[in-house]
């Protein structure tokens, strides 16, 4: 059983341009977020996608964007990089419907994005 | 809006020790989940315990426990027999029953040392 998959595992970009990291969730996962993790620091959350639609979203800019397809993987999209956007995007996936005892996160590995 | 603040960025002990870790939440919900989560190196996030705020009794699991104050709002974690391969950062974590999402603390970069 395959867990959260996330590509690529790392990037580096240059400030401005745009950037589109790939999650692919849990078997059996419907619901895919998406978490940015600066250095030294604890994740923090940037939105949630649910049957192929945002359902809720942390304190980030519209420069971050996602999308959520029909087999349930994910991409987050971040336009006009800043150096401060350097970090590591973590995606985890859960299952929304139906609510189960035990629905927590499963994680994946991670994209270390480098704006330079 | 809930916070999570863990106030140890770094311990250190000795394999077979006995270590804390220290963590506190404010929020306004009744209804919540408590998570210890361990990072290596590989950045994986690795789910340690998880604790129910409506259940009295601490969640154990092997040499792992906690220490579930509600009045407090205090959430320690307990790792007995240390291992080399416990090294690692660990995250305290709140969620509330529904949300889905998950608010982290800064942190605690534990060393276990042979």
């Known amino acids: 059983d395959a867990g959260v998959t996330q590509s690529p595992t790392h990037l580096i970009k240059t400030r401005g341009q745009q950037v589109t990291l790939r999650c692919s969730p849990k078997s059996g996962h419907d619901t895919v977020s998406w978490y940015q993790q600066a250095l030294g620091q604890g994740p923090q959350f940037i939105f949630q996608?649910?049957?192929?639609?945002?359902?809720q979203r942390g304190n980030f800019p519209d420069r971050f964007s996602g999308h959520q397809f029909p087999n349930y993987s994910s991409e987050l999209n971040v336009n006009a990089l800043l150096l401060g956007d350097s970090a590591l995007y973590l995606c985890?996936?859960?299952?929304?419907?139906?609510?189960?005892?035990?629905?927590?996160?499963?994680f994946g590995s991670g994209t270390r994005l480098t704006v330079v | 809006a809930q916070t999570v603040t863990q106030s140890q960025p770094e311990m250190s002990v000795q394999e077979a020790e006995t270590v804390t870790l220290s963590c506190t939440y404010d929020?306004?919900?009744?209804?919540?989940?408590l998570f210890w989560y361990k990072q290596p190196p590989s950045r994986q996030m690795i789910l340690v315990i998880r604790?129910?705020?409506?259940?009295?009794q601490n969640a154990t699991e092997n040499r792992f426990s906690v220490n579930f104050q509600k009045a407090a709002k205090s959430f320690s974690l307990k790792i007995s027999d240390s291992q080399l391969g416990d090294t690692a950062m660990y995250f305290c974590a709140f969620m509330t029953v529904g949300a889905q999402k998950l608010v982290f603390g800064q942190g605690t970069r534990l060393t276990i040392n042979p």
């Open positions: 929020t306004s919900e009744n209804n919540y989940y």
């Open positions: 996608y649910y049957e192929e639609e945002e359902r």
């Open positions: 985890a996936s859960s299952c929304l419907a139906p609510r189960l005892p035990d629905y927590g996160y499963t």
């Open positions: 604790q129910e705020a409506y259940k009295q």
